[in-house]
């Protein structure tokens, strides 16, 4: 790894500009209508709306739930990348698959397998519990690909200092990748704070639930905008203490050694509890709920499962969420760029913007989409394109990352002699930092596409008239609590959505070792 | 004028209130290699970045063939300078073969004759489809070197070139990366903070020293005559005497002679030099022998480096020992007394 040197490029080619105003201007648009909603009631009504001590309750509730599963969901991402990536536990690479693959798993899901097995669970664990399960990988991804470029020399030289190997992984190893962590426990509690369908199955409580009460049982559109402005100021406050947690960037390699190959610590005594606790995580992220819904498909069997039906379902899941990923990237790319080579507080506040609509619930957005859709998008309202916006406005911000870390490692001397040679910038940009970035973009890609084939509420919303996804699907049948009915659909999901997540721990973790090698 | 392959006047360029070059002048005739001389973190890569266009000069001009290219009006981009750079680790694109790293900067038309022509230039025929990490260290600098030179710049810049690879390459490398430029015939400018490599490589060395070039001359004039005692404490080692000169024939030495604990000495410019003075001798310039010529020294210490070794004197009227270079063969014992002379002419500056 180079540090990015800062050449002060003062201005940024004005298509990377424009395409990141594109992407800012889709992302703050809920948002708008929000303030526009909000607004129409009058402040002192909103405000009193606001102050209302259910509300004050309910605020609180989304708190503690983000703050717990965060932390909890915290540990358990760094704990497992610094076992798969630094430790020398048995099939590592068997692992560096596994851990991820609760990604595929819808929360809404994850939570019906739960209650079909405990009808009772009580609402705040099992929330808790289903959350965190289906969350740590977003952490888990950012750590491992940073433990995998630090510098072995530097923990050697620990060592050799006396230090204790599970001190050096502490007080050094940890350390450094503190910024890789804090963007991950970022993902995560904005996930927990928008997260519906789990605490709805669960019939917990928190602002989503309610939002989505307000909007849909009450038809009060109003209300459920001043909540979502609540739940938005919120998530800022989350993005500010990210940006304090990650500190300044003081992490880049000093000096040109060579990176080298890293050797695992020996966990000697301590492997079988290593082992134990990563079947442990993948058991009940992944194991115990695939058993729950392969029990039940096999229930369903000696009935008719509709396969026509569930094979429409999975064609248009996988049709949209394939141009959501491609919609998104587009986007993605000109923020990312902007923000890895043009440092400024203007473009830090860019990609900071593109988080609020992450923390949005789907559906807030959903909602004001349906309000874009009515008034000024009318001709593609209940139509794929804006089902796509929807899916582009939620998922942006996790795109970004990806896009930003893959072009942040091409060394900024490479750019520099390609100006050399003659090559304009944007010629520089297309055939030397985006080739180069391409496992990240294809990592950013294969999330969005992941995320997209698990989005309930937005889908609900605005999927055009008669079609479903295996998500909307398997929706019908919770709330009729018909879980053999459903678990076909969530098998399909699950299945489908597991190899590009597969792929993901390939592409984000290695990427940043594979070009490593190129450099030795 | 014009013809000048670069001309630096007053380049001047702070960060953060810190100012790293205070008005450079430089002029860098065609078909020449200069190298740019001096310590760590001194701004010699400031410079090549201004060059280059990658930064801009607070102040000053910078002018290519006669063209301005920063300092008046907009400054020209990187990419319209035609100017090539090799960095310090090569920064040869990874995702490329070796003859795309080669063909980047080049037209379509006639590209792959050109890779070939320049891949020979550098000993690497052949080698178009291999990708650079199949390529050892030595081998990624000349494609780097190949690569810059395609597009027959104005001007080639070289960023430490070297300093990446280990001491046994170094000096293979260098020679073969300095016999390819000249070949190439091209105007080369080339940043080191290594004394050796500038005074062995190029036909020029500017000494940048404090933000400024001090002294811009060819490598045997600089360590000869080096216009002041921090230039000639920073080209090589030094050995600094107080002396007095005598103008008056029939004086000590002889009319221009310089008097000194280390005997009479000859004074390399032209002088005249009066009153007190301060000689530098060069540690290969004293010449040890059996005792009864030149003056009495003991020796103190010494350092055998294999080829030769230092061996530090202690000499009558001088607080601090000297140090000699002396062939390795020739190695007298710790504490032995020998006679020590001074060979050839030596820098003198007033005071």
Redesign the interface.
Known sequence: MVAPRGPLRRRPPVVLVLGALVAVVVAVLPLVYLVDRAGSLGWSAAVGELAQRRTVALLWRSVVLAGTVTVLASVIGVAAAWLVVRSDVPGRRLWSVLVVLPLAMPSYAAAYAWLSWRPAMAPFPGTVLVLTLVAYPYVYLPVAAALRRLDPAQEEVARSLGQHPARVAVTLTLRQVRPAVASGALLVALYALSDFGAPALFRYEVFTFVIYGAYNAGFDPTRAAVLGLALVFVAALVVVAEAWVRGRPAYARIGSGAPRRQYPVALRGGRPIAVAFLVAVFALGIGFPMWRFLYWTREALDRTVPWGEVADALGHTLWWSLLAAAATLVLAIPVGVLVARYRSRLTAGLERSTYVAHALPGIVVAIALVYVGVTVLRPVYQEVPLLILAYVVLFLSLAIGTVRTGVEQTPVAQEEVARSLGRRPGQVLARVTLPQAAPALAGGAALVFVTAMKELPATLLLRPTGLDTLATRLWTFTSESNYAAGAPYVVALVCFAAIPTALLSRFVVDAGARLEEHRD | MTDRALACTGVTKAFGGRTVLDGIDLEVEPGTITAILGPSGEGKTTLL?IV????TADAGTVAIRGQVVDGAGRPV?????????V???G?????LSVGANVG??LARAGRVERVAECLELVGLSGTERAR??ELSGGMQQRV?LA??L??R?DLVLLDEPF??LDAGLRAQVRAEVCEVLRRAGATAVLVTHDQQEALSVADFVGVLLGGRVVQHADPVRLYREPVSLEVARFVGEAVVVAGRADARAGGPGGPGGIDTPLGVLVPAGPGPYVGPVTVLVRPEQLVLASTGTGVPARVVGRTFLGPDALVDLAVDGLANPVRARVGSWALPEPGATVGCTVAGPVAVFPG
């Open positions: 970045r280059a266009g990658f930064e981009p990187p990419h319209r300078r035609r100017v090539g750079v960095p310090q680790e920064a040869l694109f990874p995702h980047f900067g650079p990490d780097a690569r810059a395609a597009p710049p300093s990446a």
